[in-house]
């Protein structure tokens, strides 16, 4: 294993962090990441040896592998997962609260010697293009080399993140400890005042690759919320039209809700022969900032997709599955009988091994691969990502869309009115919950921008820091809300989606360019159905009526729940949000 030696000439504030860090846990041995092949080629030597990963077909899927986790360890665990702010009313009511005193002190008792025996690795990284002064950077501390494989996919990791570190001189400090991986004695603590994550007794994803949710969200707000950019929940990608003009759109929707394949989209056939293209930019995370021109130009902060495997298929996401033909890591998923991974939704095959390496054949009643199993691969492994994903400017976004998994009410799309009925739109979204997080699933929840689980800051600053964008000189987005899911009485999907979110997508960009009318109505402005384009798709007249509609009576219920959501956030919740919510709901009064 290649050993990176620092060139810094005294003990910076990193050098400082990693020895407290190694005396507290005493790993036998600490290794610089450099993010060479040499590297990861050792580490995946490792990893193979010790049962870690398991080589796939060679043949079919050359250079990946698979990790099966613990099975009590599987999903982001949101009730483990802590806001530490000096002050309760910052966390806001949308994050668990501990104060930072007493967090520190529990995490240190868990930390104590918790690496004997083991590596401590030290990840430089950088979120988002090197070059550019959007990206911000962060060093993970961990004992575990899935991690380190997983964050060198998922970021710009080793020396020239170090370089940026050593240029800025300010980081973002996380240190995770995989412990024993014992439910009981797992925590994701955040320190926004601090720059600072501490997690502990957990591998999977979302808590340990620190650079994802902890770092480029949770932490990520508060600085964006500082220095005046938007860090969303939210998939980045390109349209290009016939006439060659691409515009970029910009969407949040709840985990595992579709957002790696809006990303990866593939237009219908007409569409395609007409000269259309879809780009990837990002799947994810989007950190947007006002450009000189007044307009949001965002970039992804990271480097690959850590995407939901069940349901990636052919049908719903070609290009996903085109890029984890090589070089994936994928976790937790079945395995074929000639050793390739499988998931519910791929095909129809069988496989042999479930996601626990249990024998598995048809008649077993229990999925296969885990609901909530994934795949980590290079965004340059996607053939439709954007050559502009690695501008350091960013690309400039022209509309903003917030989507949720509503069964009922919410119709396929609508616009808003204007800039403050959009943050009402995102502030006010709901969404049915997904296997992404531990807990019920399918159970609606309020989840504004879909940042529910990501905001680390009280939900109300953070409507307000939205406001506050709207300003003279501002050249805002269009803000749009969808609903690919909409059910009709018999409980199928009304809408194809997939491809055909396309169309909805064109009809946006219409209204962006002002060339498409709609029908004004209290909760925003909806397509006559005319206006988008529906060749080749059969609507019955419910999908029709439901998706095209709009049902009063039950938005003006829809909009008291809104009423009441907003006032748990008290005194701090903006005036012009309230405002908002009153207009409307006088609106749909008087019909
Ligand atoms: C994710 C999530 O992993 O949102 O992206 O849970
Ligand atoms: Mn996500």
Known sequence: MSEYKRSASSLDALNQWVLEVAQLAKPDRIHWCDGSDVENDALVAQMLADGTLIKLNER???DSYLHRSHPDDVARVEHLTFVCTSDRDDAGPNNHWMAPDQARQQM???FDGCMKGRTMYVVPY?????DSPLSRCGVEITDSPYVVANMRIMTRMGAAALARIEREGSFVKGLHSTGELDPDRRFIMHFPEDLEIQSFGSGYGGNALLGKKCHALRIASHQARKEGWLDEHMLILGIENPKGETHYVAAAFPSACGKTNLAMLIPPEGYRKDGWKISTIGDDICWMRPGKDGRLYAINPEAGFFGVAPGTSEKSNPNALASIQQNTIFTNVAVTDDNQPWWEGLDKRVPVTDWKGNAYDASATHPAAHPNSRFTVSAKECPSYSPHAEDAQGVPI???VFGGRRASLVPLVFEARDWTHGVLVGAAMGSETTA??????????RDPMAMKPFCG???????DHWLSFDKPGAKLPKIFHVNWFRKGEGGDFLWPGFGDNMRVLEWMLKRVDGAAGAVETPIGNLPDPVDINLDGVEL???AREKLFGYDRAGWASEFEHIGEYLQEYGARMPDALNGEQTRITHELSIG
């Open 540 to 542: 019955t007249a419910e």
């Open 126 to 130: 950088c979120m988002g293009p090197i």
């Open 108 to 110: 240190k008792s868990l």
């Open 398 to 400: 022209s509309a903003i």
């Open 457 to 463: 800051y009280n939900f109300a600053d953070y409507f």
């Open 436 to 445: 992404a997080a531990t807990g019920a699933v399918g159970v609606m929840r």
């Open 60 to 62: 079919t899927h050359p």
